[in-house]
């Protein structure tokens, strides 16, 4: 089953990776993405071994952005991918069945290429313009996700689809207003000390 509230990781300015992340889950969040860049694989092993560790902790899930044998080797529940990451059926070959690929979508041509490789879910975005990511993709807004989940539906894609991108907490209620499975934040979840576990529960429903 895939989660409807996911926290992509992000260190803060005081912290790291690992110390937002064990916030979140401390804080009730059950789906994590180590998304780490610019660093060597080693490094990122690491992080994903000690996050790994901790999301078991918590009964919680983890998800290694980009890195399929990383993915692989810490134990986690499995990789999301790019549109210019590792293909999904090479990642396949290396996670096998049983683990989760998600794959990243900004356009409605996306979806259906998602589809067709087989991803478990779609992260589409972005939403709103984020410093998170570097090359990014046109924004969205809602009227995007509107008409992308409308073509979605018509096409009989039963794939579930988490919004991305800049996402605050005022946008959340709209965005699953267009019949969207859930959605991924980031910057909300790291910045915030006042997030207790009835805002998961209430999104993660």
């Known amino acids: 089953m895939i989660d409807k509230l996911h926290y992509i990781s992000q260190a803060p300015e005081e912290g790291s990776h690992l110390t937002a992340i064990e916030k979140v889950l401390r ?5 994590i993405q180590l998304r780490v860049k610019e660093q060597h694989e080693d490094n990122v092993l690491a992080l994903a071994e000690q996050a790994n560790l901790l ?4 009964q919680a899930r983890l998800i290694v952005n980009d890195y399929p044998r990383i993915a692989l080797q810490s134990g986690a529940y499995g990789v999301h991918l790019g549109l210019d990451d590792m293909p999904v059926p090479e990642a396949r070959m ?5 683990r ?5 979508a900004n356009t409605f041509e996306d979806v ?5 490789e087989g991803v478990d879910y779609i992260g589409l975005g972005p939403y709103h313009f984020t410093t ?8 969205l807004g809602l009227e995007g996700y509107i008409r992308i989940m409308g073509q979605i539906r018509e096409a009989g894609i039963k794939i579930p689809v988490i919004a991305i991108g800049g996402i605050e907490r005022a946008d959340i209620d709209p965005i699953l207003s267009t019949g969207i499975h ?4 980031s ?3 790291t910045r915030s000390n006042d997030l207790n576990e009835e805002f998961y529960v209430h999104y993660s429903r």
């Not at 804080?27 to 789906?31: E, I, L, M, P, V």
């Open 132 to 139: 998170t990511k570097k090359n990014l993709s046109p924004t």
């Open 182 to 185: 859930g959605i991924a934040v």
């Open 55 to 58: 999301c078991l902790k918590y």
């Open 94 to 98: 290396i996670l096998g069945a049983e």
């Open 112 to 116: 259906l290429r998602r589809a067709d």
């Open 187 to 189: 910057g909300l979840l």
């Open 27 to 31: 804080s009730g969040g059950k789906w």
């Open 100 to 104: 989760c690929i998600g794959g990243t």
